[in-house]
């Protein structure tokens, strides 16, 4: 099944201390990028990735790091993590970016203590 | 319709009526437009797209409608069932080499049986 997947899909954490989000697509896209959702602010994007080893940032990037060293796979890094960070985190894909839709995975609700 | 806020438009319907959910897009050189539909503890869904060259798009019980010269879309859900209980989001392809769709604050679509 064509899927991007997202792990964990619930994270409860501390202030200071790094965690990743992993995100993984089967459909052998090469634009991948990370979302967060905030009440009243939609959905607004953190990082994408247009292809492997190419990445840059979004709207919303501070505090926040990713990589793409393979295709199907773009993790989002937390180098130390803060309560504003807390939010529902969505990757997302599609074959080129552009004029085409994009893939989102279930989510993940991390909160940061 | 959507605006800017942290109050998320309502719509309540009935079952089986037709439901019409509106959309205002900021950018005129926005060239691509798509409908999502967000399920609770869910990722956003694709529903219908509608590229600038064209005015209606339609699909199954779904019609998308855009008015360029007022910067408008619309989403029409035909005979609405209780399934399509959601948040309805809205987005835009404003161009440049991100190719990033920004998104609106959605519409919460409440079904009554």
């Known amino acids: 099944e064509a899927q991007v997947t997202q792990n964990p899909r619930y994270l409860i954490t501390v202030t200071g201390k790094k965690l990743t989000v992993t995100c993984s697509q089967n459909?052998?896209?090469?634009?991948m990028s990370w979302y967060r959702q905030d009440p009243g602010l939609g959905l607004r994007q953190i990082y994408y990735?247009?292809?492997?080893?190419?990445?840059d940032k979004g709207d919303v990037p501070e505090g926040y790091k990713v990589s793409r060293k393979e295709k199907r796979n773009f993790p989002l890094i937390l180098e130390s993590p803060s309560p504003n960070q807390t939010s529902l985190y969505f990757c997302?894909?599609?074959?080129?970016?552009?004029?085409?839709?994009?893939?989102f995975g279930s989510g993940t609700q991390l909160s940061v203590l | 319709g959507e605006s800017v806020g942290l109050h998320l438009p309502t719509l309540s319907v009935q079952e089986g009526d037709n439901s019409i959910i509106n959309c205002a897009y900021s950018?005129?050189?926005?060239?691509?437009f798509i409908w999502y539909k967000q399920e609770s503890g869910k990722g956003p869904q694709f529903i219908i797209d509608i590229r600038s060259n064209m005015d209606k798009r339609q699909g199954q019980r779904v019609t998308v409608l855009l008015n360029k010269t007022v910067k408008h879309l619309s989403l029409q859900i035909a005979a609405t069932q209780p399934g399509d209980s959601a948040v309805y989001f809205c987005?835009?392809?404003?161009?440049?080499?991100?190719?990033?769709?920004?998104f609106g604050k959605g519409t919460l679509l409440t079904v009554n049986p």
């Open positions: 950018n005129s050189a926005s060239d691509y």
């Open positions: 987005a835009e392809n404003s161009g440049g080499s991100n190719y990033k769709l920004t």
């Open positions: 459909m052998n896209h090469e634009y």
């Open positions: 990735s247009m292809n492997v080893e190419v990445t």
């Open positions: 997302a894909s599609s074959w080129t970016g552009g004029n085409e839709k994009l893939f």
